[in-house]
Nanobody, 114 residues
Framework: QVQLVESGGGLVQAGGSLRLSCAAS????????MAWYRQAPGTQRGWVAI???????TYADSVKGRFSISRDNANNTVSLQMNSLSPEDTAIYYC????????WGQGTQVTVSS
């Protein structure tokens, strides 16, 4: 079982940037696709960025060109660089495998003010 701990969220003005980090435990990390997900109030959680073990990335249309996912297999971490943030990006952000099969962490809150 992989344990996931997200960090790096906060309050930022529209147009600003944040970098999220996720520390994962367990050897399963390095063999699996990892993803960042987000859940805004009243919506379902959905993925925003995916990265394979080899570093190939996929982005949801809503964040393409603004967000960048990366991973460090040696240290079992995955990061999400978020630029040009807008209020629509306000959500709790989580990392997990893709598809998600590990227990969810607590996530990290990102709030973007207009």
């Amino acid at each position: 079982q992989v344990q996931l701990v997200e960090s790096g969220g906060g309050l930022v003005q529209a147009g600003g940037s944040l970098r999220l980090s996720c520390a994962a435990s367990g050897s399963i990390f390095s063999r699996n696709r990892m993803a960042w997900y987000r859940q805004a109030p009243g919506t379902q959680r959905g993925w925003v960025a995916i990265i394979t073990s080899g570093g190939t990335t996929t982005y949801a249309d809503s964040v393409k060109g603004r967000f960048s996912i990366s991973r460090d297999n040696a240290n079992n971490t995955v990061s999400l660089q978020m630029n040009s943030l807008s209020p629509e990006d306000t959500a709790i952000y989580y990392c997990n495998t893709y598809p998600a099969f590990s227990a969810w962490g607590q996530g990290t809150q990102v709030t973007v003010s207009s």
